[in-house]
Every structure is written in structure tokens, then in C-alpha cells.
T-cell receptor, first 112, second 115 residues
Framework: AQSVTQLDSHVSVSEGTPVLLRCNYS??????LFWYVQHPNKGLQLLLK??????LVKGINGFEAEFKKSETSFHLTKPSAHMSDAAEYFC??????????FGAGTRLTVKP | EAQVTQNPRYLITVTGKKLTVTCSQN?????MSWYRQDPGLGLRQIYY???????DKGDVPEGYKVSRKEKRNFPLILESPSPNQTSLYFC??????????????FGPGTRLTVL
């Protein structure tokens, strides 16, 4: 069965410093992995997805994630945080479409 | 404009009063899903549909029904709502991608309160 664990429920960074949001997954197959972002009182927006091509995936707004099979991880990073990055981020695993399992979410706070 | 629409956006109701939340997409997607979002739990899939008349349970289907009579519509039905169904609900749609899942497009959400 597929599952996903977001290791931090809340991450706080200063503007201009790097962002790291951690995600571990469990799957019996080679799953697809996603990161979605939800800004306050907004819907969900896809940041990036891994679907068994390149292990380093680049997304929108300067975010990227690296798929590491040996560590079953898919951590999300950004070199320099911006105030507009403050939001909730969800890591998602999918062994087959359209069944998807979301992590509990990581709330990112960006301090000025 | 390509979009997923949900109605109503906000709903307050009472225990036991049947309700339907509609979902419609204009992208000709085969796949559609319903999720509920609760604090600290992320989004949990309620039901999904792979095509007209083809639906299946997600992780939390108890207390919900769905139907897919037309490709564009996927209503969520609560026959007898209870307070534990108070939540934020999202509908989503996507093209089929087999093992390589295509992007899901989410609706704006429906905030449901059951008193």
C-alpha cells in the first residue's frame, strides 16, 4: 500500500534563505510523486511532479525536488525563500491513476 | 477557460438533511475525484471515477455516494450528513495516464458545516 509522510508539520525560514520541506514515501511499485501548494483560502496548485524520468525535477516559482529511491524520499527545496512562498505544501504519492494519497502537509512561514 | 467548478462554495446544513455538492469540468477529462481536507490530515480521497458509470472507493468513502452519468459531472451526495462530515471538499479531474499519473486539476473547494 502506498503512503507518504511529511516529516515537518511546520517550517519557518527567513526571507532569502533556503527552503527544505521533507517527504518520505512508501510504495510497492515505482510511484509518481507530486508536490502541491495551497495558499491561504485558495485551491491547490501543482508545483512539480516526478513520473520516472529525471530524478531531479524542476517546478514552478524556483522550486525543485529530488527523487531518491534508496532513501524513499522526495524532498522539496528552493534556494531563496520569498514572502509569497508562505503557504501549505503537500507531498503526494500515486501508484496508479487516479488513486492518490496526500501527506498531512507542511506549513511554511517566511519571516521578513 | 479550462476549469473545475464546484457548487455551492459554502454550505451550512443540519444533521440528516440530504445534500449534493456538484462538480463539473470542461476539459474532457476521464478521471474525476473527490477529496476532503481536514486540519492535520491533509487531503483524503473519498471516491474516484475513471469514466462514465465507473466509480470506486477511495480511502474514506463511508457516508458518501457519487455518480458519474456524464463525463463532465461528478456530484458528491451525502444522504444523511453528520457533524463529522464537516470539512473542506475538493473535486479534481485529470486525463488518464496509466502508471504515469497526469496532473490533477482541482476545483476551488466547498466548505461544508453540518450542525
Amino acid at each position: 500500500a502506498q503512503s507518504v509522510t511529511q516529516l515537518d508539520s511546520h517550517v519557518s525560514v527567513s526571507e532569502g534563505t533556503p527552503v527544505l520541506l521533507r517527504c518520505n514515501y512508501s510504495s510497492s511499485y515505482s510511484p509518481s510523486l507530486f508536490w502541491y501548494v495551497q495558499h491561504p483560502n485558495k485551491g491547490l496548485q501543482l508545483l512539480l511532479k516526478y513520473t520516472s524520468a529525471a530524478t531531479l525535477v524542476k517546478g514552478i516559482n524556483g522550486f525543485e525536488a529530488e527523487f531518491k529511491k534508496s532513501e524513499t524520499s522526495f524532498h522539496l527545496t528552493k534556494p531563496s525563500a520569498h514572502m509569497s512562498d508562505a503557504a501549505e505544501y503537500f507531498c503526494v504519492v500515486s501508484e496508479w491513476s487516479p488513486a492518490m494519497r496526500f501527506g498531512a502537509g507542511t506549513r511554511l512561514t517566511v519571516k521578513p | 477557460e479550462a476549469q473545475v467548478t464546484q457548487n455551492p462554495r459554502y454550505l451550512i446544513t443540519v444533521t440528516g438533511k440530504k445534500l449534493t455538492v456538484t462538480c463539473s469540468q470542461n476539459m474532457n477529462h476521464e478521471y474525476m475525484s473527490w477529496y476532503r481536507q481536514d486540519p492535520g490530515l491533509g487531503l483524503r480521497q473519498i471516491y474516484y471515477s475513471m469514466n462514465v458509470e465507473v466509480t470506486d472507493k477511495g480511502d474514506v468513502p463511508e457516508g458518501y455516494k457519487v455518480s458519474r452519468k456524464e463525463k463532465r459531472n461528478f456530484p458528491l451526495i451525502l444522504e444523511s450528513p453528520s457533524p463529522n462530515q464537516t470539512s473542506l471538499y475538493f473535486c479534481a479531474s485529470s486525463f488518464p495516464g496509466g502508471r504515469s499519473t497526469d496532473t490533477q486539476y482541482f476545483g476551488p473547494g466547498t466548505r461544508l458545516t453540518v450542525l
